[in-house]
């Protein structure tokens, strides 16, 4: 890659990200020794991985820091390296301005948490300063297994947890990713309200499209009102016709009839998707149409996506 940017003169204003994002597999090796755990897992060998950024500027490069940044600080790193100043309240923060100028990268505590089943998620946290990790698993058998707590200062590899937990630090840690998890899984929205009813809802995490897990929406609509509900460009349209309600997504349409004359009405549908991870595995999706909190149509399907 690199020869070939060279080839074409673009080697020297084109910044090169290299990372991955999580650990390896480990299914040839144990290539995230002398770390714990591998890809999928949530102790140090699946959780941390190395970074190698190019950078267009060459007194930028050449630099090994041992600080500590994540996945989504790099694109609002890469916005500030072009001068783009970076939307407010994006999950990660700028690293750019600390490796221009070559001093430590700001810290803070960081959480990340993983899908396992419909119902249940695993989670893990970082202390700012670097050396207590939590780790809560998801249930296996029905039970619930306790929050774990390393620490990385007396044993970097995570290998094995403190017993019992320190109660501050499992206390505090605990507290703080219920916290980062209400403030990252709702969506920030601003709604602006017609004379009619009808309003604009727009943000910038109405720009992701499910594709991979479950998701859920529901708006509320007035009765006497007909027209659009919503719609996200290209991708899902909603809307009401007399006392039908028709949710349309690709080629897939639910439709749905309001059945009572209350002033209000809830309008939902949830969805669930597998991904094409493996050849010989064919993507599903699942999308259910709900009038207020009744199930009116659902449907079911598997599909090559391209």
């Known amino acids: 890659m690199l020869t ?13 990200v290299l990372v991955s994002d999580n650990g390896g597999t480990n299914s040839a090796m144990d290539n995230n020794a002398p770390f714990s755990g591998a890809k999928a897992t949530m102790t140090e060998g699946g959780m941390r991985t190395p970074l190698v950024i190019k950078w267009p500027d ?17 694109y609002p790193t890469v916005l500030e390296s072009i001068g783009v100043t970076p939307l407010a309240g994006l999950d990660g923060d ?15 505590e960081r959480y990340w948490d993983a899908l396992m089943t419909a119902d249940w998620t695993s989670h893990t946290g970082l202390s700012a300063d670097g050396r207590w990790r939590l780790l809560q698993w998801y249930p296996f ?37 219920r916290a980062w998890y209400t403030d990252v899984h709702t969506v920030k929205t601003n709604f602006v309200a017609n004379t009619n009813g009808s309003g604009v809802l727009t943000g910038t995490d109405f720009l992701r499209t499910p594709g991979f897990g479950w998701y859920t929406f529901g708006i509320g609509v007035p009765h006497a009102y007909e027209g659009p ?54 993507p599903s999706f699942k999308l259910a149409l709900y009038i207020d909190g009744v199930a009116v149509q659902s449907e079911s399907f598997r599909r090559y996506c391209r």
């Open 229 to 282: 509900i919503a719609a996200q460009a290209g991708v899902w349209t909603m809307s009401r016709t007399g006392n039908t309600v028709t949710a349309q997504f690709g080629d897939l349409i639910l439709h749905g009839d309001i059945q009572n004359s209350n002033t209000c009405h809830s309008i939902a549908v949830s969805g669930s998707f597998t991904a094409q991870v493996q050849s010989n595995v064919v």
């Open 4 to 16: 070939h940017l060279e080839q074409i003169g673009a080697l020297q204003n084109t910044l090169i």
């Open 141 to 177: 058998w029905g039970a619930m297994p306790d929050p774990m707590i390393f620490d990385l200062e007396l044993d970097p590899t995570s290998a094995l947890p403190v017993v019992p937990p320190p109660p501050l630090q499992l206390t505090q840690m605990t507290d703080n990713y």
């Open 58 to 74: 060459s007194a930028m490069n050449g630099q090994v820091l041992a600080d500590v940044v994540s996945i989504e600080d790099i």
């Open 94 to 108: 700028s690293f750019y301005a600390a490796v221009e100028q070559r001093v430590s990268i700001g810290v803070k």
